[in-house]
């Protein structure tokens, strides 16, 4: 270090000439927002002058190009890419994006405390800075079986590591309001830390509570209204633009340049092909910039007050002694990211060649305590009033319906006409045999089944389909792929992507990923699938914290109530 | 905590009823710079609930006053107030200060690391939040006689002092940009931390090696256009307005809500009949607001942006789970501070009654080799071409000056007809006899003899006189009152304020230091004094790191050339 000092003032004055020097772009200055002609020093994985010239051991040549600080993605599920986190690092990265506060909650639901271990382990291997917030509500719910239980004393042993932030999204706030003893153990594990906020439409006196508690942030405000009392009321509001929730839109006419030290930019849950036709966070800035965000304050969110709200002093502005994590820009207002500088080194292929990978962990960890049968799909009862999942494209909410159907020997019947399927959830942590029933309406789905091991938070098997074969096959399939998602069509699979590490990641590289979505989209389509992201919206309906009809291995689960459908 | 989280939960959400609540205010809004009325429940020391109506078990009439988050001083020293810490307390708290962040540099150049005990010892005590960083240059050089040498191994032992933040004002900045290995010692020692700047008129590539050291904030920048280079750079800039040093005129331009979070405030050295007449962070807020500052702008520096920059997570503004340290003001743009409320309680004399007193340390740190006789203060010589030092007025700047002055039997005289006088600094650190001589001129006096044992940074003895004898009684009297300031006119001590405490502070209450400052300023008038602060002028003379001609133990120090003056 003492070394290293050294060298950084030497370089930073002038006295010697520095690692490297990007030569020749202009700085979007985050205080007044003025381009500002420079080159930049750098000195290891440090910017040490700006505002110069400078001689390097080094020179690149910026031609002309805007330089802004890198991006800061404030919370993510890496596990929403369905790639591991290297692959997430060689996608993500080029688009802008150094740092990454990801929670590896969803792996952490099926594997525990081994999810940390290896989300630890790639962080400390990943080009781009990825760091770990501590998955805070696992399991989500008692209404589920889960693959795991992470309890304060587990997530103690990791607070002190230097990649661990503090606690992620705090998702169980009617635990924190009524003081449950399990929340209580974790806020005072982590009082006078970090604990990350989750708290969708809570507003007035209870919102007061639950960030009393101690609580800093928030990602769920979807009205400007509701972030407005947030950040009001002492929270930074992390504002999310992910494929499921977009709330960039309602909330960006509160982000200005006077306001920006308030707000800052997630993305949750994007999957890869949103990554390829949008982007990550350089899709956030330049659709804020589109909404008329100024650019200052869109630049300022994306790093400035991201770093200052998670106490990441050593970055957030093209400074001296900071990180050198620079994304170089063709444009401003849309964000066009040319090259990117992850800690002084120049972000290529060979930079991603050089990492020393991690071997995935999580094989074989869809366990079903029996071989399903299709007779296992068989639903009971008159078929009078039966309860339906109603979906509502592009959102996770769903909405509590009623319809009755026909009953045949193998039970109550789907009904393609009025677009009603059967679906199931299974058990698949090898705890129980668990089969949860029941129907859901707005699929599409003229024939066939779809199957996924990703099913939010606990992660059982789900099901959809109109015919109990199919169903079983592809239930059957996913447990030979070791999760991942399928399309069945008159027994036959007619597509697939294989998510072997913990049911929920590919250990392919994200263009293998992403073209074996656009099949999957495709072969649904072709079964009559009308949603636009079938299989993200399948994966939510077994989380049962989200309104108002869901369905988990217990069986149909009305959430008002927190209760089993009769 | 486990049960101090369930109440502020609760009483936040209004399940039951509040500590306190402050009821009936007007909330300046640092978001939006709106007033809002809302009543503001506190449990314990903390905000739990704002923006809505709650019931207390106690309950205290806002009456309808403007409620803003508690004052913090970024960069102080509490020994230029001439007080105790305690007294300090006591003196300024009631203008709004709930935080201070003081440098026990005076203190620690007389005693040594004895001072840090004695100042973690009062910030245990006082009802302000006093937080302490740890001075990082003493002493502040070799030309000097000093009391004490604080290396990086001392001031480790403190850093992870629950009241430390890290390490205060690095003056020696030549030290940093030359790699002087006691300098990289402590840089290296508190590396990731927080390290406080200053580097007065440091620009461009020197100034960017010396923030690349990981130097994070400065005082010393005296324009708008030093200021912005420093904020454009990763520096928070702290806006002194002290009693020697005023730069808010000139910074204040820069300060606007889109630049807030980058400037903050600190008094640096403020007297207390500075303090009695003006104020203090209360009357930088009222000055920055009369000089075209927006109200919004102001508040932020003065509190929110002070909080982040020194990684205060608890504080900055009214808001559920932060310090209830709470300004209630009559007038927003006077900033008429009418009630302080320090972590949720009211300020008033009982509560500073209350606090158990910490027995001030250092008594008895006035030792001279030997007793100074008239003789001692002989200036051999020709008298031709003599360097004097020109006092500029309200400046701690000087010049180099030359005059050819009489000579008798007692050596070179002073000439009052020209206004030069005898200067003369004597060791008191009981290591040497060594006595500085030489002249000035500016202090308008006609006869008599002013002495000091504040001159910083050694805080070696200075008299400055018409006449050795008087010169002699002086320093007699500083020496039996442990330290102090004395005023002597023909054979007589006129006034005197005593500083037993290193040399340093008043063991008495503020309001008396105020009183015997008001004399001792009456009684130098009486003897020709033109200068508005005499003593603070005299105390800065010995200090050899500002240009151009000082005066040390070891005699006259041209600072340009950092050499003695034959």
Same mark, same amino acid.
């Given at each position: 270090m003492r070394d290293e000092i050294v060298r950084r003032v030497r370089q930073g004055a002038g006295a010697e000439p520095a690692d490297l020097v990007i030569r020749n772009v202009r700085l979007f200055d985050l205080v007044t927002g003025e381009l500002i002609p420079t080159d930049i020093a750098i000195t290891g994985d440090r910017v040490v002058g700006v505002l110069d010239c400078y001689e390097g051991r080094e020179v690149i040549d910026g031609q002309g190009r805007i330089a802004v600080p890198g991006f800061i993605d404030t919370h993510l599920h890496v596990e929403s890419s369905l790639i591991t986190p290297f692959e997430f690092d060689r996608c993500v990265l080029p688009h802008g994006v150094t740092t990454a506060i990801c929670d590896p909650h969803e792996m952490a639901n099926v594997l525990g405390r081994a999810a940390f271990d290896y989300f630890l382990n790639c962080a400390n291997r990943t080009v781009m800075d990825l760091r770990i917030n501590l998955s805070s509500c696992v399991p989500a719910?008692?209404?589920?079986?889960?693959?795991?239980?992470?309890?304060?004393?587990?997530?103690?042993?990791?607070?002190?590591?230097?990649?661990?932030?503090?606690?992620?999204?705090?998702?169980?706030?009617?635990?924190?309001?009524?003081?449950?003893?399990?929340?209580?153990?974790?806020?005072?594990?982590?009082?006078?830390?970090?604990?990350?906020?989750?708290?969708?439409?809570?507003?007035?006196?209870?919102?007061?509570?639950?960030?009393?508690?101690?609580?800093?942030?928030?990602?769920?405000?979807?009205?400007?209204?509701?972030?407005?009392?947030?950040?009001?009321?002492?929270?930074?509001?992390?504002?999310?633009?992910?494929?499921?929730?977009?709330?960039?839109?309602?909330?960006?006419?509160?982000?200005?340049?006077?306001?920006?030290?308030?707000?800052?930019?997630?993305?949750?849950?994007?999957?890869?092909?949103?990554?390829?036709?949008?982007?990550?966070?350089?899709?956030?800035?330049?659709?804020?910039?589109?909404?008329?965000?100024?650019?200052?304050?869109?630049?300022?969110?994306?790093?400035?007050?991201?770093?200052?709200?998670?106490?990441?002093?050593?970055?957030?502005?093209?400074?001296?002694?900071?990180?050198?994590?620079?994304?170089?820009?063709?444009?401003?207002?849309?964000?066009?990211?040319?090259?990117?500088?992850?800690?002084?080194?120049?972000?290529?292929?060979?930079?991603?060649?050089?990492?020393?990978?991690?071997?995935?962990?999580?094989?074989?960890?869809?366990?079903?305590?029996?071989?399903?049968?299709?007779?296992?799909?068989?639903?009971?009862?008159?078929?009078?009033? #039966?309860?339906?999942?109603?979906?509502?494209?592009?959102?996770?909410?769903?909405?509590?319906?009623?319809?009755?159907?026909?009953?045949?020997?193998?039970?109550? #019947?789907?009904?393609? #006409?009025?677009?009603?399927?059967?679906?199931?959830?299974?058990?698949?942590?090898?705890?129980?045999?668990?089969?949860?029933?029941?129907?859901?309406?707005?699929?599409?789905?003229?024939?066939?089944?779809l199957a996924s091991s990703v099913g939010h938070d606990s992660h059982n098997l789900c099901v959809v389909g109109m015919n109990d074969v199919d169903m079983a096959l592809a239930i059957a399939r996913l447990t030979e792929m070791g999760g991942g998602f399928v399309a069945v069509r008159q027994g036959k699979i007619v597509a697939e992507l294989a998510l072997p590490i913990a049911g929920l990641m590919s250990d392919q590289p994200f263009e293998t990923v992403r073209r074996d979505l656009e099949s999957l989209r495709e072969a649904v389509r072709d079964m009559g699938g009308s949603l636009e992201e079938p299989f993200l919206q399948l994966a939510f309906l077994p989380l049962p914290v989200i309104p108002h009809l869901k369905i988990t291995d217990l069986g149909m689960i009305d959430v008002d109530t927190m209760s089993l459908v009769s």
């Open positions: 719910t008692g209404l589920e079986t889960s693959g795991a239980v992470l309890d304060a004393a587990m997530l103690e042993i990791y607070r002190h590591n230097p990649k661990v932030i503090g606690l992620a999204e705090f998702m169980n706030f009617p635990g924190v309001l009524s003081g449950q003893p399990d929340c209580l153990d974790k806020l005072v594990a982590f009082a006078n830390g970090h604990i990350d906020g989750h708290a969708p439409l809570l507003r007035g006196k209870r919102l007061s509570g639950y960030i009393a508690a101690g609580i800093h942030t928030d990602h769920e405000a979807t009205t400007a209204a509701e972030a407005l009392e947030k950040i009001r009321k002492g929270m930074t509001i992390l504002i999310r633009e992910g494929s499921v929730c977009k709330d960039l839109t309602a909330l960006a006419p509160l982000l200005t340049p006077e306001t920006s030290a308030f707000l800052a930019f997630c993305t949750d849950d994007r999957n890869p092909m949103e990554i390829a036709h949008e982007g990550h966070i350089d899709f956030l800035i330049r659709k804020a910039i589109s909404l008329g965000v100024a650019p200052l304050a869109a630049y300022r969110a994306a790093s400035l007050t991201a770093a200052r709200a998670f106490g990441l002093r050593d970055r957030g502005q093209i400074a001296p002694g900071l990180r050198a994590d620079i994304v170089l820009l063709d444009d401003l207002e849309r964000c066009a990211v040319a090259q990117v500088f992850s800690a002084g080194r120049l972000v290529n292929d060979a930079l991603f060649a050089s990492r020393d990978i991690v071997p995935p962990q999580g094989y074989g960890s869809v366990k079903l305590a029996a071989p399903i049968a299709a007779t296992d799909f068989h639903v009971p009862g008159t078929g009078q009033n #039966q309860a339906v999942i109603g979906i509502i494209p592009d959102q996770i909410i769903t909405e509590f319906r009623r319809a009755t159907l026909d009953v045949t020997e193998n039970g109550v #019947q789907p009904d393609p #006409q009025r677009d009603i399927a059967k679906i199931c959830v299974v058990a698949r942590h090898g705890k129980n045999g668990n089969i949860g029933r029941g129907f859901v309406q707005g699929f599409g789905l003229s024939t066939g089944a």
